[in-house]
């Protein structure tokens, strides 16, 4: 498999960026596709120990998928997880939509 780096870093760029373009106001069907996609996402994503990983905190955090803002901020909260298990810092989650959707003011 790829390396785990740098799968990772395209991986988050994904799913952020879906989170970006995820509706504000989701049907049913849109909020149960996304869930659908992360759970089979968690099981087939190709490092095992961060598939491991992602699933547990899954069960624990279940994935929210009301609306882009609710989506874009569990998804940011999990990747968190992650930066905290690798020891790297945090991200501030209020910044999620202005790095993957709107763009950087400055
Ligand atoms: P990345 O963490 O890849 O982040 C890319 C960019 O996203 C950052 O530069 C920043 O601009 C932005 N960003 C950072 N944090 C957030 C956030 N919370 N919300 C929104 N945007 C943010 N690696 C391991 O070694 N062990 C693991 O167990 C592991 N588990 C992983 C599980 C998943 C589901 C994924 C997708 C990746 C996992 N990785 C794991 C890879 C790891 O998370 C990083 O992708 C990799 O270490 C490269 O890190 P990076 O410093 O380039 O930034």
Known sequence: PPDVEVLGRSTWTLLHSIAATYPPTPTPKEQSDIKSFMRLFSKLYPCWV????FQAYMQKREVKAGSRD??????????????????????????WEERWRTGWKD
């Open 50 to 53: 961060c598939a491991e990983d």
């Open 70 to 95: 609710e989506f874009g901020n569990w998804l940011c909260e999990a990747h968190n997880e992650v930066n905290r298990k690798l020891g790297k810092p945090t991200f501030d989650c209020r910044k």
